[in-house]
């Protein structure tokens, strides 16, 4: 996973653009191979975003950034949205 916020947006932002470009043909379907990539770039993006959290969360009480990391698929898939 990227070091700093920045590379996490870009990664975001990468991730986003990978999900639109698989979801940008309306009355196609996605078949088993798009599907499962579907669902790897939604926890990808789950686990950006929750790491970003951490980051800000750490950064605004003092401590270390660098010190939050990517928490397990099924940790991430859990939280209430």
């Known amino acids: 996973m990227p070091a700093s916020d920045e590379d996490i ?6 991730l986003v ?12 379907p996605l078949g088993d191979d798009g599907a499962a990539r579907l669902r790897e770039l939604e926890v990808q993006l789950d686990q950006c975003w929750d790491l970003l959290r951490q980051r800000r969360a750490k950064r ?6 660098g010190e939050a990391h990517v928490r397990p ?9």
Do not use: C, K
């Not at 947006?9 to 990468?14: D, M, N, P």
């Open 17 to 28: 653009d990978e999900e639109h470009r698989l979801n940008n043909h309306p009355g196609e």
């Open 60 to 65: 605004e009480f003092g401590d270390d950034p």
């Open 9 to 14: 947006v870009r990664q975001i932002g990468a």
């Open 73 to 81: 698929a099924d940790v991430v898939e859990r939280y209430q949205q």
